[in-house]
């Protein structure tokens, strides 16, 4: 979890599945975008984009505390160096259980230069694996996989630099 802090302290209750999904959504699909779109515009330094406490502080202004505790934001986050301008930072998410929710997260950052893009590996409707490119504004499915493989999508994200 080198570069990343956890900031989860509860387990989830599936019994609140809608709210559940509706703060994982708004975390995967919404939060993170805006985050990457932030640092993009120069709005926000990239250290913006490794979770901190400040996550946290942002999400319960829109969500009750303890549902944003219960939605767990990740299970683990990893900062991997690829090369001496590019940090690959990997978002483990709690297991998904509905179409649409992510299992992974992926944003590849240009150091040198503040630039990054997100992408995740989401459940599909046919239950298989989406690989999709997650901006502010659209979620562009890029790929489909027959399954879940963490390290094959951290290599895959780590090769968009090529």
């Given at each position: 979890?080198?570069?990343?802090?956890?900031?989860?302290?509860?387990?989830?209750?599936?019994?609140?599945?809608?709210?559940?999904?509706?703060?994982?959504?708004?975390?995967?699909?919404?939060?993170?975008?805006?985050?990457?779109?932030?640092?993009?515009?120069?709005?926000?330094?990239?250290?913006?984009?490794?979770?901190?406490?400040?996550?946290?502080?942002?999400?319960?202004?829109?969500?009750?505390?303890?549902?944003?505790?219960e939605a767990k934001v990740y299970e683990e986050c990893e900062r991997i160096e690829i090369d001496s301008d590019h940090v690959l930072i990997l978002y483990t998410f709690p297991e998904p259980w509905i179409s649409g929710q992510a299992a992974y997260g992926a944003i590849i950052l240009n150091t040198s230069a503040d630039q990054a893009d997100y992408y995740t590996l989401q459940a599909g409707p046919d239950g298989r694996w989406q690989v999709a490119h997650v901006t502010t504004s659209e979620n562009s499915v890029l790929e489909t996989w027959d399954s879940l493989d963490r390290n094959r999508f951290a290599d895959w994200a780590a090769g968009r630099l090529n």
């Open positions: 979890m080198s570069g990343c802090i956890n900031i989860n302290s509860m387990q989830e209750d599936k019994s609140t599945s809608r709210n559940l999904a509706e703060i994982r959504h708004h975390i995967q699909y919404l939060f993170i975008p805006q985050l990457v779109q932030s640092v993009n515009d120069g709005y926000l330094p990239s250290i913006a984009l490794f979770p901190s406490p400040l996550w946290y502080y942002n999400l319960r202004h829109q969500f009750d505390e303890g549902s944003v505790r």
